[in-house]
């Protein structure tokens, strides 16, 4: 996924999210996972043609056996295992290794909206793009949410609002659903929100 208003490139996974600073870092993955990646639609909501771009050529390159050396993913090295033997051909045995993804370090937390859940109905779970989606009465749009801890940055009100609405989800979503919703309780508790200090809440 693109998120244009944190500009950068987020990839869920089944346990957390792995944000890259720009484009071309989500090719220090390992080859076999941008391969994956590559197999998936980009969700890329504010139409930026430079995702959509990037993601097509990484696509293409897929296609063609990674020859183009810019979109190439990383490929693993041969490292020796020191002090050990092949006892079939007496050699050195190798192992393959792979050097850490460059992923961001720190969550880039969303500039959320302020006291904007006044006329929230509802809140569930998305399973096809793993978002929160907040539906609100009458004819206002759909807010979506990709990542929990964005909440903390959310206000009072809105966080209390969501901690009073249990959030809906099929079965199969209930570890991914349930962040969410801890987190919503775990501010309201804690008294964290958009202008608290985290020093003086822990």
């Given at each position: 996924m693109f998120v244009k208003e944190i500009h950068c490139m987020a990839v869920?996974?089944?346990?957390?999210?792995?944000?890259?600073?720009?484009?071309?870092?989500?090719?220090?993955?390992?080859?076999?996972?941008?391969?994956?990646?590559?197999?998936?639609?980009?969700?890329?909501?504010s139409k930026y043609e430079g995702a959509t771009l990037f993601a097509r050529k990484l696509k293409i390159n897929r296609r063609?056996?990674?020859?183009?050396?810019?979109?190439?993913?990383?490929?693993?090295?041969?490292?020796q295992i020191k002090y050990t033997l092949d006892p079939s051909t007496n050699t050195a045995r190798y192992k393959l290794v792979y050097q850490p993804p460059k992923v961001m370090d720190k969550i880039p937390l969303m500039l959320m909206k302020q006291n904007f859940l006044k006329n929230m109905a509802l809140w569930c779970y998305?399973?096809?793009?793993?978002?929160?989606?907040?539906?609100?009465?009458?004819?206002?749009?759909?807010?979506?949410?990709?990542?929990?801890?964005w909440i903390d940055n959310m206000s009072v009100a809105d966080i209390n609002k969501r901690f009073r609405h249990d959030i809906f989800y099929e079965?199969?979503?209930?570890?991914?659903?349930?962040?969410?919703?801890?987190?919503?309780?775990?501010c309201s508790y804690r008294g964290i929100h958009a202008r608290s200090l985290w020093p003086e809440k822990h």
């Open positions: 869920k996974r089944e346990h957390d999210i792995q944000y890259f600073i720009s484009r071309l870092s989500i090719l220090s993955l390992p080859f076999y996972d941008v391969a994956a990646l590559t197999k998936q639609e980009l969700i890329n909501r063609i056996g990674w020859k183009d050396e810019l979109y190439k993913p990383q490929f693993p090295m041969h490292q998305d399973s096809d793009t793993h978002e929160a989606i907040i539906g609100f009465k009458g004819h206002q749009d759909n807010f979506r949410m990709l990542d929990p801890m079965d199969k979503d209930a570890h991914q659903a349930l962040l969410f919703q801890r987190a919503a309780c775990f």
